[in-house]
């Protein structure tokens, strides 16, 4: 079946850094991917939408200069976080929809995921 | 806006117990509706959807009867296992266009002992 492939699976940096999280559609080509963010215990927050060939759609309340996304090929977004923080600690996941059914109702399949922890 | 409300968690049950998470959605029109469930340190997985009303999704003994008259999708399953161990989240799908997006529940943590 389809699958989305996201690494690294973990990642530890320090206060300042930058970190690259790659998310791989692997038998499939995602026009769209999403991006979301999991805080410990609770749901999943969208982001952002990543569309290929053009700008990222951000949520409210998501900062686009801190959070850059690239979609720039059909099987391939990036999620940077920039100037990391201990706040941005987080579980990240990236989903994408398989093209075929393509519409709401198919299902989104999802990476598994990188905890990000900013010391 | 679309909105998906879940039974707080956690559930505690022993093994070859009764399992029911219950949600509800609000929502225009008709929605698809899903169960994902995520394993502990992993990406969510799809478990089931249904895509219209009286639609009952199942997969690995869970079932979910899309109900629109009480706009629920409650989860079930008959005899739970230690390895259901998860957390569970309802979802909804709406067409808004070629991006759609998926709107989550906080989820529901299910706890299996033996």
């Known amino acids: 079946g389809a699958v989305v492939s996201q690494h690294p699976s973990w990642v530890i940096c320090k206060s300042g850094t930058s970190v690259k999280i790659e998310c791989r559609s692997l038998?499939?080509?995602?026009?769209?991917m999403f991006w979301y963010r999991q805080f410990p215990k609770q749901s999943l927050m969208l982001m952002a939408t990543s569309n290929e060939g053009s700008k990222a759609t951000y949520e409210q309340g998501v900062e686009k200069d801190k959070f850059l996304i690239n979609h720039a090929s059909l099987t391939l977004s990036t999620l940077t976080v920039t100037s990391a923080h201990p706040e941005d600690s987080s579980f990240y996941i990236c989903?994408?929809?398989?093209?075929?059914?393509?519409?709401?109702?198919?299902?989104?399949?999802f990476g598994n995921g990188t905890r990000l922890t900013v010391t | 806006g679309n909105s998906v409300t879940q039974m707080e968690g956690p559930v505690t049950l022993s093994e070859e117990a009764f399992l029911t998470i219950n949600c509800t959605y609000t929502?225009?029109?008709?929605?698809?509706l899903f169960w994902y469930v995520q394993y502990p340190g992993e990406g969510l997985q799809l478990l089931l959807k249904a895509t219209k009303a009286d639609d009952k999704g199942s997969n690995k003994g869970f079932e979910a009867t899309y109900r629109k008259e009480t706009t629920s999708f409650h989860l079930e399953k008959g005899s739970v296992q230690v390895s259901d161990s998860a957390v569970y989240f309802c979802a909804l799908s709406k067409d808004t266009g070629t991006a759609s997006k998926l709107t989550f529940g906080t989820g529901t943590r299910l706890q299996v002992t033996l």
């Open positions: 038998d499939f080509q995602a026009t769209t």
């Open positions: 929502a225009t029109g008709y929605p698809s």
């Open positions: 989903s994408a929809r398989h093209p075929r059914g393509g519409s709401y109702n198919s299902p989104l399949h």
